[in-house]
């Protein structure tokens, strides 16, 4: 009995630790900050960026970092397509305003974007959202940028 009590237990911890990814209403931290990070993460569409030159070398290796953690095994760096398109060419094909949107509101993007649609068409793969925050983007951006031949 105390064997069937005890997995009982076990079980039921399981299974609550394991709901909730989302914010409980009962949580203590359900002040504004919380929802500042949210924002950061799913931010609004971004209508502008400035770009640095040179490259900002600081950038490319967090850009990477999160290329290789992330975005690796969707895209390679050539212009070869796994699941999502290739890297190469990128930055000249695209405009660094669509590139982060993309990163950062992907689910934006294709509703409302023709290229993101087609690209959509094209893949068969909806790409996920990734949880990157528009710093971390423009990291990539920056990184993109390297791949390219920019210096």
Known sequence: MKKSTLIMSALTFFLWS??????RADSPETDDSALLKQEEVHGAEVKEIKLS???????????????????SSCHKL????????????????????????????????????AEAQKLLETCLVRMPNQNISEKEARSVIE???????EK
């Open 18 to 23: 394991c709901g909730g990814a989302e914010k």
């Open 53 to 71: 030159t040179p490259l900002d070398q600081t950038m490319i290796k967090e850009g990477q970092g999160i290329y290789d953690l992330k975005c």
């Open 78 to 113: 050539t212009d070869e397509r796994i699941v999502g398109p290739g890297w190469k060419g990128v930055t000249q094909r695209r405009k660094p305003v669509w590139i982060i949107n993309m990163i950062t509101n992907v689910d934006m993007m294709l509703a409302e974007d």
């Open 143 to 149: 990184f993109m940028r390297q791949n390219d031949g």
